[in-house]
Antibody, heavy 122, light 108 residues
Framework: EVQMGESGGGLVQPGGSLRLSCAAS????????MSWVRQAPGKGLEWVAN????????YYAGSVKGRFAISRDNAKNSLYLQMNSLRGEDTAVYYC???????????????WGLGTLVTVSS | DIQMTQSPSSLSASVGDRVSITCRAS??????LDWYQHKPGKAPKVLIY???KLQSGVPSRFRGSGYGTDFTLTITGLQAEDSATYYC??????????FGQGTKVEVK
């Protein structure tokens, strides 16, 4: 069974940093693109970042570009999101999502975790 | 950036009804459009990808249509378990993606 388990969320002050982790299982992690998607309280889904299988391609939403960094460790079946210079508007549940094996083949965001809550507040 | 405009923002319908949700892209995105269902406390679930392809395991009462800038998700024979928020999402080019604002569906 494909599973994603996010961790690392919590309360952080504005301007602070946090690193989210996602432990993946039930599939060959190194064969898939991976993504982060977030949902602020009472708001809709917002795509955050994508990373390809060997980390040679990374893409970010404009709202986080230059502040967040996506990475992965295929040996540990893990995905990460380093979040710096955090703002109140970054408060959200962050979802780890398994994306494609090949670009534009199949659904782009197929398997989702349950998310981890990040709260940015003083 | 490609913007996605979804309507309506909410709707209420009865069991057995047919409902439609529309999504409009700010530029042509071909068929690079997907639909997701999200229930509170659960992981979002992909229903339709590539504008009209039904994801494995999704009931056939869900149907996607459209191409270019205008897309529709239709639920025929609405069921109680379809109460959820539905999102469209574009994945056209450059691997930077955007979601619509969401449509909350209440089943009476």
């Amino acid at each position: 069974e494909v599973q994603m388990g996010e961790s690392g969320g919590g309360l952080v002050q504005p301007g602070g940093s946090l690193r989210l982790s996602c432990a993946a299982s039930g599939f060959t992690f190194s064969s898939y693109w991976m993504s982060w998607v977030r949902q602020a309280p009472g708001k809709g889904l917002e795509w955050v970042a994508n990373i390809n299988q060997d980390e040679s391609e990374k893409y970010y939403a404009g709202s986080v570009k230059g502040r967040f960094a996506i990475s992965r460790d295929n040996a540990k079946n893990s995905l990460y999101l380093q979040m710096n210079s955090l703002r109140g508007e970054d408060t959200a549940v962050y979802y780890c999502v398994r994306a494609w094996a090949k670009v534009n083949e199949g659904p782009p965001l197929e398997y989702w975790g349950l998310g981890t809550l990040v709260t940015v507040s003083s | 950036d490609i913007q996605m405009t979804q309507s309506p923002s909410s709707l209420s319908a009865s069991v057995g009804d047919r409902v439609s949700i529309t999504c409009r892209a700010s530029q042509s995105i071909g068929s690079y459009l997907d639909w997701y269902q999200h229930k509170p406390g659960k992981a979002p679930k992909v229903l339709i990808y590539g504008a009209y392809k039904l994801q494995s395991g999704v009931p056939s009462r869900f149907r996607g249509s459209g191409y270019g800038t205008d897309f529709t998700l239709t639920i025929t024979g609405l069921q109680a378990e379809d109460s959820a928020t539905y999102y469209c999402q574009q994945h056209y080019g450059a691997l930077t993606w955007t979601f619509g604002q969401g449509t909350k569906v209440e089943v009476k």
